[in-house]
């Protein structure tokens, strides 16, 4: 075991501080989101959200500040939920969706930056997002659901009886969205002059993330489908609407740029699904592919289907894109050369970023920010100098009140792999006293921990825990072989390297062994339940939205049935003793680990019956086991749930591991 890096905790001067409660994280907490900068360098705008704790309704406004984050304004007012802001290409403009149409429905806004007023060019009944600036200013496109069976968007009567569902397609429902049968997103094209817009795009699969040709005679965007496990570019005519596909028709595209003459597009993608892209140059002229890298061990920032989008690479000059990926936990820019495939850093950070946007001149990249240091802020990278500056402090005064846990990256190595992990502890810490242990265990599997701000981890951590947070094999990040090592075996190797990193962090002596808990969501709430099935050396468990027993979640699961037969190598029907023997249900009569299971009951990725299943099991068994079921969540309700429901969330994930392993408190 080395230990690599190791930072001490943040500690406050002068008034009295506090641990992070649930409260405080979902309502104390503000976040300068979107940050994009003028196409001159000298100003910066973004979205600053918070949650009101009076009304529970999440409010966001559009902030501009100079490029070091001098004279911060407030741009807008009017409504209380503005996303997305894009300068015109002129820079004399912004465009962004706010809560300004009809009933307080999302509407396209232009605001002028010479003092004007901003003006409502169209409203939908339902989100808008991707907007988009055609080259010459004139035309936005954006992408928006459209049902093809109420085109004008007619609201159903209040009293009128639920429709009666049928259903052809196997993507009929994806989680966070619900049941959609052919209702999907489509791409619109907006004259900013007249308001008037018409539908592009028409094939019954999510169209997102619009991308104008230099030329402004074509987009390309990402033709989604079965939930997102499958897409590829599409080429769309803007005059016509006539369409090209670009790429595998079983891969998934992550990120793509036109290049500067239009003649070819940079993308990246993983066309064997094995959580790793590759980066590909599509010849326009001749529609010829040619891949440039072969197993990056860089993760493009592609987005989550969702919740957020790709970080589109930037050309610095013909040839050279800039982009954003992620390395062991660890945000960098890198350049692609889209001739020979050559891929070098540019900078890494001990910290997350998210998003790119860059001047007209390629001086400056902006992105959010957020790091085991702090979380929220706009970071401003200058790529002639070299230098990195955080431009807002809008939570300087919350981490002031509440210090951020102390923290130490170490790697375990088992079985010859390289194992990394981050060990969170109090921010007062004591090495004289002695503490209780948690591992926490990301989703995927080919999720990532790392230079984050994790909500939960904090909240836990300042109030007298030590939480390690793991990246077991199987973890993104860290190339397609280490990805791969999970596929057919869960609960084995990545079982065993997570047992291994726990025990080295028992080796200190504040770490109390005999008080330890394991706490997971998703693929970490698989292997949660797998592990008390497995062991007893925890004294206490919280299994978030298990996959549980593998066979049933394939047909239950929103995207089981492609992404279950990577994973678990096979169908119920063509492999049925494997998946049986990988579910933690096969096992879960032998636990005796004190059980808290928390899940939404509207989560189709990883079902309410996978919860409901465990509950019984373990209940059956004789375990200490509470079942807490969220009305209305989906699988990302955490991301995207009622105020309410998440501090309950993390309110009842504190208190189990404070009854069980922290008697005293």
């Not at 304004?73 to 802001?85: E, I, K, Y």
């Not at 010479?114 to 035309?139: M, Y």
Request: hydrophobic letters at 35%.
């Amino acid at each position: 075991m080395s230990s690599t890096v190791t930072r001490p905790a943040k500690t406050a001067t002068g008034e009295a501080t506090s641990p992070i409660s649930p409260e405080d994280v979902v309502y104390g907490l503000t976040t300068a989101g979107t940050p994009r900068i003028s196409p001159d360098g000298t100003r910066i705008v973004y979205a600053l959200s918070q949650t009101d704790q009076e009304s529970g309704k999440g409010h966001s406004q559009l902030w501009l500040c100079n490029r070091d984050g001098g004279n911060a304004t407030q741009l807008t007012r009017a409504g209380n939920r503005h996303s997305d802001p894009q300068w015109s290409p002129d820079g004399e403009r912004l465009a962004f969706v706010a809560d300004r149409g009809p009933d307080g429905h999302p509407a396209v806004c232009v605001l002028p930056l010479d003092g004007g007023e901003a003006e409502v060019l169209t409203a939908h009944a339902q989100s808008i997002t991707s907007l988009a600036w055609s080259p010459d200013g004139a035309i936005l496109a954006y992408t928006t659901s459209v049902d093809p069976e109420n085109l004008d968007e007619t609201p159903r009567e209040h009293d009128a009886p639920p429709k009666v569902r049928v259903v052809r397609r196997i993507d009929y429902k994806q989680d966070n969205r619900g049941y959609l049968n052919d209702v999907r997103q489509q791409v619109f094209v907006l004259d900013v002059a007249t308001g008037d817009r018409h539908q592009l795009t028409k094939e019954p699969f999510d169209h997102v993330f619009p991308q104008w040709s230099p030329d402004g005679k074509t987009i390309a965007a990402k033709l989604a489908k079965l939930n997102g496990m499958a897409s590829q570019l599409t080429l769309v005519d803007v005059a016509s609407g006539e369409t090209t596909l670009v790429g595998q028709e079983e891969g998934s595209v992550g990120v793509w740029a036109w290049s500067n003459d239009g003649s070819f597009i940079l993308f990246s993608a993983d066309n064997e699904h094995l959580a790793q892209q590759d980066f590909y140059r599509y010849d326009v002229a001749s529609g010829e592919i040619k891949r440039l890298t072969d197993d990056l061990d860089i993760s493009p920032e592609s987005g989550f289907p969702t919740i957020s989008g790709p970080a589109q690479p930037v050309w610095l000059d013909d040839q050279t894109a800039l982009i954003h990926a992620i390395h062991a936990g660890a945000s960098g820019l890198y350049t692609v050369n889209a001739d020979s495939g050559a891929v070098e850093i540019v900078q890494r950070w001990d910290a997350t970023r998210n998003g790119l946007s860059v001047d007209s001149a390629r001086r400056y990249a902006v992105q959010g920010s957020s790091s085991l240091d702090g979380t929220g802020e706009v970071v401003v990278y200058a790529l002639q100098t070299d230098e990195t500056a955080i431009v807002t402090h809008v939570n300087d005064d919350f981490f002031a009140a509440h210090p951020l846990a102390g923290w130490e990256q170490i790697t375990v190595t088992r079985a010859g792999i390289d194992i990394d992990a981050w060990v969170l502890t109090p921010p007062d810490l004591d090495e004289a006293d002695s503490y209780p242990v948690i591992l926490d265990v990301h989703g995927g599997p080919h999720g990532n921990y790392g230079y984050i701000f994790n909500a939960g981890q904090q909240v836990l951590a300042t109030n007298g825990f030590i939480v390690v947070a793991s990246n077991p094999r199987g973890s993104g990040s860290y190339g397609r072989e280490f990805a791969g090592m999970v596929h057919g075996d869960w609960g084995g190797e990545d079982f065993k390297d997570l047992m291994a990193v726990v025990d080295e962090v028992l080796k200190r002596p504040y770490a109390d062994e005999k008080r330890t808990g394991i706490y997971g969501y998703s693929y970490g709430g698989y292997m949660t339940a797998w592990t008390i099935s497995q062991t007893d050396r925890f004294q206490a468990a919280v299994c978030g939205a298990p996959c549980f027993d593998l066979v049933s979640m394939y047909g239950t699961s929103d995207i089981s049935h492609v992404f279950g037969e990577v994973q678990w190598h096979g169908t119920p029907w063509e492999n049925k003793e494997r998946l049986v023997a990988m579910s933690p249900a096969t096992y879960a009569h032998h636990t005796t680990t004190p059980t808290l299971i928390v899940q939404g009951e509207a989560d189709d990725r990883c079902p309410i019956g996978q919860g409901e299943q465990m509950f019984v099991t373990l209940h059956k068994a004789g375990v200490d086991v509470e079942f807490v079921r969220y009305p209305g969540g989906s699988h990302l309700m955490l991301r995207g749930g009622p105020a309410e429901h998440r501090v309950d969330y993390y309110t009842r994930v504190l208190g189990w591991f404070q009854r069980l392993l922290q008697p005293s408190a």
